[in-house]
């Protein structure tokens, strides 16, 4: 069934932003193959109502700069492998979707044309328009960013109505709900809020690009079985970001 002939979901595009951890399962570190399979079903769930969907996926799980910049090695290096890995992870997202009969392109903000499509605004948006699902890699080809803001600008450019931050929490919470049981749930919060009080759902610049973007950022459990399709037809727990 088409997005639109769907009065349950409000979408046509989406970006749905998955940290690299997300694809590690219970493992400390890397890729877990079954892991990765589940997220893939959860992501052709929504493909299959004719949702657009666009992916940035970390690579917190192989690499990040700032740990390697603790250790001594100098930060852009470390930075740029941070966004190698984030393609090493798009990759197997694409493999995972591609297995199941959801059609990929892989788009880097760094060239390598052996290995996936540059970056090129108008030939993404043609991508999303036929349908294929379309991973941005390598963040924003910039050291000193992170793939959250990657997800927020590709999703200014690419006229997404929301950004889907799939996380292991059902939403933003006051004070970290795993140490304090009492922490209350935000079901709305604004960008401000977000950027005063340090509530973590993504780092400040991309919060601002959101904000100036009027993009509104959903946070919800990627643990919770049919939870992307749940939330996007604005079932189930979440927080909304905005405002
Ligand atoms: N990175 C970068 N520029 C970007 C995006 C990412 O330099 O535009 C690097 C940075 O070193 C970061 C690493 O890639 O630590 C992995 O990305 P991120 O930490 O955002 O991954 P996540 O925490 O979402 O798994």
Known sequence: MDA?????????????KISGEALMGDQGFGLHPPTVARIAAEV???HDLGVEICMVIGGGNIFRGLQGSA?????????????LATVMNALA??????????FTRVISAIPMDQVCEPYIRRRAVRHLEKKRVCIFAAGTGNPYFTTDTAATLRASEMNCEAIFKGTKVDGVYDRDPKKHPDARRYETVSYDEVLQKHLGVMDAS????????????IVFSLDEPGGFRGILAGNGTF?????
């Open 4 to 16: 639109a002939e769907d009065p349950t979901v409000r979408y046509g595009r989406v970006m749905l």
């Open 44 to 46: 052709k769930t929504v």
């Open 71 to 83: 250790q001594g090695m100098e930060r852009t290096t470390a930075d740029y492998m941070g966004m």
């Open 93 to 102: 997202m694409q493999s995972a979707l591609e297995s199941i009969g959801v």
């Open 206 to 217: 991309a919060i601002a690009l959101a904000r100036d973007n009027r993009l509104p950022i």
């Open 239 to 243: 927080t909304l970001v905005g405002g």
